[in-house]
């Protein structure tokens, strides 16, 4: 008969022979085995009666007394292939905690998982190469930004980008906020955001997308972007990475955030981006308990925003300069503007002016810190002919009609300038301008002021 034994079976097996024998005693043998007298003399009988199948384990090839019951196993893996499939298995584990009240440790889940297929240790995985790199030492002083497109909602919404901020220190989520395209203007809406619940950090890292850098600086670009000027005007920094190895953090985050964010969201029945926005910050708190690290010292270098809401409704605007005609006109994303011909602005004909394009759609145009009240003309719209133009404003409508003219035979359309902002609330605008100056919104209103 053929008799499977363990290492410490096989040693023994000649111990109790030679007792047997009697060419040692019992004594001698308890203690060369680290057994008891009464357990030697067990072996014993067992070997007088079975000989050396006596020395076997009598449980081996039975299930183990403290195992979990089959029922509970058969219930969580069925929760696992339904819901939670693609989950992880420290995840899944929370999960059966805390939605199914099944509480099992995360290596009987990552047993279970990696025995039905749902998980590949990470042994039998591709190794990665990792750059190392110390973290900074205190909150604030660096914090990592990057945009993240995905499928964020798995087709219950259309594709949005996920702005990150997070701290280099203590590896914080600081702000998250999802919008349509990783713009200029959705960078500026996050950091107020950021600097509204935390401050101003010491610097911002970034990749180098261009709302962060001019790649190619020339005469007419001055090499900061309108991001990166609005950050100046903040007095915080802005580095550029060289590579996205460089900025490890948030790229490890964006790949945490795809698998736990998403899933989260689909366990939360969320299904748009106002109400993700609105949510984010229950997830963001969630996810600092789990990970977040304590920084080398305790010190926030977080400053104080001492900027007012109005100046910084300037800073996050996208600001460009234009110059004040002799008619007192300028132009701005294919529009004539006309300043009111009063005294004060007569001495600025031939002078710069600020333009203010906001987030939200509204425009400003300001000469040194006095904001100018103005009326549009769109030169998109078609001049009529019959329209009976002041003197003084003859030439500005001449120029714009040649200029519309040209463009609409180039062209063949009539579209806003690909080079300015998106004007994403142009009928907001154009209520906001009636409620600061009734009159030219349309070309019949323009001709009206112009007999006027």
């Known amino acids: 008969m053929l008799v499977t034994m363990s290492e410490k079976e096989l040693h023994r097996l000649p111990v109790i022979q030679a007792v ?51 029922s509970l196993r058969l219930n969580a893996l069925t929760l696992l292939r339904e819901k939670y499939a ?33 998980w590949v240790p990470h042994s039998c995985r591709k190794p990665r190469v990792y750059q190392p790199r110390y973290r900074r030492d205190c909150l604030g002083e660096l914090v990592q930004i990057d945009g993240s497109h995905h499928d964020w909602f798995e087709g219950r919404a259309a594709k949005y980008c996920l702005l990150v901020f997070i701290d280099d220190a203590t590896g914080r989520l600081m702000h998250l906020r999802f919008c349509e395209t990783e713009s200029a203007f959705d960078y500026m809406v996050s950091t107020r955001e950021y600097l509204d619940k935390h401050g101003k950090p010491v610097a911002f890292y970034s990749d180098k997308h261009a709302v962060f850098r001019v790649s190619q600086a020339d005469n007419r670009r001055t090499g900061t972007t309108q991001f990166g000027r609005a950050l100046h005007d903040l007095n915080i920094e802005l580095i550029c990475a060289n590579s996205s190895q460089a900025k490890g953090r948030v790229e490890r985050a964006n790949q945490t955030l795809q698998d736990r964010l998403i899933k989260e969201m689909r366990l939360e029945e969320i299904s748009n981006i106002e109400t993700a926005n609105a949510w984010l910050e229950t997830f963001i708190m969630d996810f600092n308990l789990r990970f977040a690290r304590a920084p080398e010292f305790s010190k926030n270098l977080h400053r104080p925003v001492n900027e007012t809401k109005f100046e910084l409704d300037d800073i996050f605007a996208w600001q460009e300069l234009r110059t004040v005609s002799k008619s007192l006109t300028f132009q701005y994303d294919k529009m004539l503007y006309l300043l009111e011909p009063c005294e004060e602005n007569t001495r600025i004909a031939g002078e710069k002016i600020k333009v203010y394009d906001y987030p939200d759609g509204t425009l400003g145009f300001k000469y040194a810190h006095r904001t100018l009240t103005y009326q549009v003309f769109d030169k998109l719209a078609c001049v009529d002919q019959g329209a009976i133009v002041d003197n003084k404003r003859l030439g500005a409508v001449l120029k714009l009609a040649q200029v519309t003219q ?47």
């Open 20 to 70: 047997v024998e009697k060419r040692l005693r019992r004594r001698d043998a308890a203690s060369q085995l680290g057994l008891t007298e009464r357990q030697v003399q067990r072996l014993m009988n067992r070997y007088r009666d079975t000989g050396a199948a006596g020395l076997v384990n009598l449980r081996r090839g039975k299930p183990g007394t403290h195992r979990l019951d089959d």
């Open 86 to 118: 693609d989950f992880g298995p420290s995840l899944a584990a929370e999960k059966l905690r805390e939605r199914h009240r099944i509480s099992i440790s995360v290596e009987t889940i990552r047993h279970w998982m990696i025995t039905d297929g749902l």
């Open 406 to 452: 040209d463009e609409r035979e180039r062209e063949g359309k009539r579209e806003r300038s690909k080079k300015m902002p998106k004007r994403r609330a142009q009928a907001r605008v154009q209520e906001q301008l009636k409620a600061i100056n009734p009159v030219l919104v349309n070309p019949a209103e323009f001709r009206a002021s112009l007999k006027r």
